[in-house]
């Protein structure tokens, strides 16, 4: 097993404690933000908090349909959650599961710094292309652009 981590920080104006709640209703909103991406997310055991398993459908036209995932910690004192896929072809064949570290660093202007690693646990010795590194850091940031956008739409949902 090789261990394969891609990184990514987007700053952003809005106040870290407002993206961590709304990445708590990420199953809610991203399908509604960003369908480009996201079919939906579907609660399949749990409560939305940590050991809740979630189904992914991804949309039309991505390399990638599926996906399951389980919420490993949310820490609203560090503003930070986590959560591994598990079982789909999101996987991409490269990877047994993928660990999504996210956390949300408040800056001095108010607005906070978006960092998300995913640590992936490869299958043997294959790793991830430079392509399918940019499809994975470009939908993440795309994703994460709507849920801004979603944010600053409603100032007063978070």
Known sequence: ??????????PSKVAAPKLFKAYLDFNKVAPKVDPETYKSVEIIKGDGGPGTVN?????DGLPFTN??????????????LSYTIFEGDVLMGVSDSATHHIKFI??????????????NKCIGDNKFTDDQVKLTKESF??????MEAHINANPNAY
């Open 67 to 80: 996906g399951k995932s389980k919420v490993d910690t949310i820490d609203a004192e560090n503003l930070s």
């Open 141 to 146: 940031n795309k994703t994460f652009k709507a």
């Open 55 to 59: 189904n992914i459908t991804f949309a």
């Open 106 to 119: 408040p800056s001095a202007d108010g607005g906070c710094t978006y960092k998300h690693t995913i640590v």
């Open 1 to 10: 097993m090789t261990l394969f981590n891609i990184d990514l920080e987007i």
